[in-house]
Structure formats: structure tokens, C-alpha cells
């Protein structure tokens, strides 16, 4: 046995040192350390569907979706799965080209970006809660919280969605899922001020299970901006764009197609939303603080694999599933200022097999809650701060040099011009995680499409905020399973 493995040990060293001689013609790998081949008329054709697209799920095909789920109360599977859909499904087709697709997009990720940084600044700076919020106020108006508001042109920065039911009887809305916060909500009659969803707005005067929220249940108290009004929680949430949803908070039945339901989950019954979502009814948290679904539903794990944007597929939303075998994993650690984000630990990024320059420090949060990296699903670019972009970018450019460079595009500033090409060979892009693994990102994952003429353009961008981001157009294609009892991410490429 030990023999056996001693040899296979020295074919496989013999195999590797020779490969690139006598594999290099029939592999013909896509992907290897230093280079990858990105499929460019595949990337181009997906630009041009994806405006084609028709708003596919106005007439929900979900067969019962009216139906009660036969469970007994708070009954739910060991592991279930849910469908998961791309924002473009909700949106298809109301954009004139794929240039303006990609800027209203880009623009909807720079306010979602702003709104973590803003919380997490809150977080650090340590303001209490309790001076951010006007107790016993008649009525609530959302400069009443402490969230800075700016413009609101954003159309929401959600961009990946799954259909649960809400209330007895169970009614199916279109959620959007997010990692970078905690709070469930949706809209409800009546509203104040209800922006375009396709269902139906939820009524909980028509729902036996809906209960509001006292003030002092700890569901109320951990809000990040909660008020009381006639011993009844309010909640808001704010994003940093100038877009929020306030309501009361209250417990309902959630309940996740044939694999059951929860009772008392706590959610935000929003009659005043204003901006954000349009499409869905609002919103699942996947953060890590305890009013997120996943921490009030003792997941012990949860898993989901972006499709790319661009496509019609869908994929799954996974609660408590096994890890894929083969995946790249991390360590994940909390900020011990804000438990909602998931930092992950990164030694450093490579480029065509080159480690970068980066000093590791900056991928590390310090004593006071600054810097590290998280992995987020609801920021679409990476965002490195400016010194590891520049080293990146810098080397990344050094290593394309064949290729014709053009003018940059929003946050963008290397791109390129593919439209005489099919396919290229471009430098692999590659995470370095504490433990010495490493994740090699398909080269659709970090040079993509920012129109339908072939410019194409690196899909980082710098940020002069501490806090790092790894955002979804680099996790897509792939199963990002986030392991919450063994504090571990992973990453699984072509596990959609
Ligand atoms: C406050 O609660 C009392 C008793 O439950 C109720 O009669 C009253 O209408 C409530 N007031 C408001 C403003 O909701
Ligand atoms: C890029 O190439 C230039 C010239 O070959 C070299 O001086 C520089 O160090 C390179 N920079 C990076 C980041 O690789
Ligand atoms: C890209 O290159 C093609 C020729 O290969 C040229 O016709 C086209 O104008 C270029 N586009 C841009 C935006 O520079």
C-alpha cells in the first residue's frame, strides 16, 4: 500500500515536471495556472440574449403556489434546496443595449457598496443604537434614522432571487437573497409608499400566523434602527443610496416549497420602501448576525451558486447540504464589531502565477474593525483597496500587452477590444487563502462584456474604504458553500 502510494507519488511529480512538454497538446486546458482561455463570441452572445430576454416570471409557474404547506408547524427538512434566479429574470428586456444594462448595474453596485461601507462604519465607530433611534414617535419618516441618505436613482442592488412563502396561508414572493445583511422584509398592505413588485403585495390582515413585535423582545432589540410605537417595534433599514424600507417588525410562517416551514421568523412588514427591488417583494438576509434567516433558522450551513447574469439558467439556494467534494476552502471569521459580514482569510492574490506585491495586512481587519475581506453575493465587483488593485491591475496589464487596449468604462479602467477575436488567452486571476489553498477564477469571472461590440473590461476595482469585498461576477459558475459550524467557506467551480 505505502509502496503503491510511493510510486504513484513519483509517476505523479515525474507526470507534473513533464507536462507542460508532453500534455501541453492534448490537454489544451482552458485553465492552468498562469493563463486561461476566455470565450469571447460565448461572452458577446450572452449580452445579446440577455436583451432578449421577456420578464419571463410575471406569470409565476410554480404550480400551488396558493397552496398551505402541509407541514405541521416549524417543521422543516434536514437539508433543502431552493431555486435561485438571476435579477435579469425580473428585468428582462427593459434596457435598450447592453452598455446601459451594464452602467445601470454599475451604478447600482457602487450604492451597494456604500451602504456596507456605512454600516460597517457605524459598526467602528461604535455609535450606540439607542441614539439613533426616536422612541415612542408618532409617526416615523426615515431621516428620523441615522443612515445618510443621498440620491436615490439606484433601482436596487439586488441581483439574485429566490420564491418562498410567506404567512398562513402561505403566499410565494420573489426574494432577493443577501449575505452583506441580516434583516428579512417585505412590503405589505397597507402601504405608505410601495415601489412595482410582481406579486401580489402581502396582507397580513389576511394571514393567521402574522404577529407584530414588541418592543422589548430581543428579535426588536437587536435591530440596527428600530423605534416603538404604541409598544409595537418598528424597524428601517437603509441603503446608502437613499433608498430604505420601514415598517413594523413582526414573526411570520416562512416556508420553503415542499421542504416546509418555520415558524416566527422575524421580518420587516414594510409599509414606507422606497426605491429599491424592483421586482421582488423584498428581501432575505444571509449575514451572520441573529436576524438573519440563516442564524434564525439554526442553518448549519447554507450554499448557493450564482449563474452568470447574463444567462437564463437557474440554479439553487441550499440549506444544510454537504460541501461538493473538490472544493477550495477558507477559513471565515467575524469582525467582532458587526457580526453580520463574513471575512475570509486571504494571504494574497495571484496573476499568470505571480504572487502579487500585496502586503498581507491588508487583506487582515485590525483592532478596531477595519480593513479584511469579505465574500458578499449582493456586491457584483470586487473591490480591492487601491494599493492590491493597482498591484493586480499592473501586472495584469503587463501580462496583456497583445491585446488592443481601449478606453476605460465606469469603475473600470482596463479594457479591451476582442471584437475581431472568438477566444483569448488571458493571464489567470487567483485567490491565495490562509491555509495554502488556492481558487483560480474562470476567466469569464474577471474580464467581462460591457457591451454587445467585444470591449471587455477587468472586473476589479479599486476602493479607497478599509473593507475589501469579493463580489458575485467573480463567484459565478461557482457553489460558494458557506459552512457556519466549522467557520469555513468554499468554493466549488462548475457546481452550479
Ligand atoms: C395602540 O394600542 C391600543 C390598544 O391595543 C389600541 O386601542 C390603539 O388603537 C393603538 N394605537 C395605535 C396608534 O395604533
Ligand atoms: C511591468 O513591466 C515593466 C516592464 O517590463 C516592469 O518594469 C514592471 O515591474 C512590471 N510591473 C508589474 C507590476 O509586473
Ligand atoms: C475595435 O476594433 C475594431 C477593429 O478590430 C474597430 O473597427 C472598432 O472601431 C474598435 N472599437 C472601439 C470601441 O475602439
Request: hydrophobic content about 35%; proline content about 5%; charged content about 15%.
Amino acid at each position: 500500500m505505502a509502496d503503491k502510494f510511493f510510486i504513484f507519488c513519483i509517476f505523479a511529480a515525474f507526470a507534473l515536471s513533464l507536462s507542460p512538454f508532453v500534455f501541453s497538446r492534448e490537454l489544451s486546458l482552458d485553465t492552468d495556472s498562469h493563463s486561461s482561455v476566455l470565450d469571447v463570441s460565448g461572452s458577446i452572445r450572452k449580452t445579446l440574449d440577455v436583451l432578449s430576454l421577456k420578464s419571463s416570471v410575471s406569470k409565476p409557474s410554480d404550480q400551488g403556489d396558493e397552496k398551505t404547506t402541509s407541514f405541521s408547524p416549524s417543521s422543516l427538512a434536514s437539508s433543502f434546496s431552493l431555486e435561485l434566479h438571476p435579477r435579469e429574470l425580473l428585468h428582462g428586456g427593459s434596457h435598450k443595449d447592453y452598455r446601459a444594462l451594464m452602467l445601470s448595474r454599475l451604478a447600482r453596485d457602487s450604492a451597494r457598496v456604500k451602504a456596507i461601507n456605512t454600516k460597517l462604519q457605524f459598526a467602528v465607530t461604535g455609535t450606540d443604537k439607542s441614539d439613533l433611534v426616536p422612541m415612542d414617535t408618532e409617526m416615523l419618516h426615515p431621516q428620523d434614522f441615522s443612515t445618510p441618505v443621498t440620491s436615490g436613482t439606484s433601482q436596487g442592488s439586488g441581483e439574485y432571487f429566490l420564491r418562498v412563502g410567506i404567512g398562513r396561508p402561505s403566499k410565494m414572493f420573489y426574494m432577493v437573497i443577501d449575505t452583506g445583511s441580516d434583516v428579512n422584509w417585505l412590503q405589505c398592505k397597507p402601504c405608505d409608499d410601495c415601489y412595482q413588485q410582481v406579486d401580489p403585495i402581502f396582507d397580513p390582515a389576511a394571514s393567521s400566523s402574522f404577529s407584530r413585535l414588541g418592543c422589548q423582545t430581543p428579535q426588536c432589540r437587536n435591530l440596527d434602527a428600530f423605534a416603538c410605537r404604541n409598544d409595537s417595534c418598528l424597524y428601517q433599514v437603509s441603503y446608502g443610496d437613499g433608498s430604505y424600507t420601514v415598517g413594523d417588525f413582526a414573526t411570520e410562517t416562512v416556508s420553503f416549497g415542499n421542504s416546509g416551514s418555520v415558524d416566527n421568523v422575524a421580518i420587516g412588514c414594510g409599509h414606507d420602501n422606497e426605491g429599491l427591488f424592483v421586482g421582488a417583494a423584498g428581501l432575505i438576509g444571509l449575514g451572520g448576525g441573529p436576524l438573519s434567516l440563516t442564524s434564525q433558522i439554526k442553518a448549519s450551513s447554507f450554499s448557493y451558486c450564482l449563474v452568470n447574469r447574463d444567462s437564463v439558467d437557474s440554479s439553487t439556494l441550499e440549506f444544510n447540504s454537504a460541501r461538493p467534494s473538490d472544493a477550495v476552502t477558507a477559513p471565515i471569521f467575524k469582525n467582532s464589531k458587526v457580526d453580520t459580514f463574513y471575512y475570509v482569510g486571504i494571504t494574497g492574490m495571484s496573476v499568470g502565477g505571480e504572487k502579487l506585491a500585496i502586503p498581507p495586512s491588508i487583506f487582515e481587519v485590525d483592532g478596531s474593525g477595519k480593513g479584511g475581506i469579505i465574500v458578499d453575493c449582493g456586491t457584483a465587483v470586487t473591490r480591492l483597496q487601491t494599493q492590491a488593485y493597482n498591484a493586480l491591475r499592473d501586472t495584469f496589464v503587463n501580462l496583456t500587452k497583445d491585446l488592443p487596449s481601449t478606453s476605460g468604462f465606469a469603475l473600470f479602467d482596463t479594457c479591451y477590444n476582442l471584437s475581431s477575436r472568438t477566444s483569448v488567452r488571458v493571464p489567470t486571476v487567483a485567490f491565495l487563502f490562509d491555509g495554502g489553498k488556492s481558487l483560480a477564477l474562470p476567466p469569464s469571472n474577471y474580464l467581462i462584456p460591457v457591451d454587445s461590440a467585444g470591449t471587455f473590461c477587468l472586473a476589479f476595482a479599486p476602493t479607497t474604504a478599509s473593507l475589501s469585498i469579493i463580489g458575485n461576477v467573480q463567484q459565478q459558475g461557482t457553489r460558494v458553500t458557506y459552512d457556519l459550524a466549522n467557520s469555513q467557506v468554499s468554493f466549488s467551480s462548475h457546481k452550479c
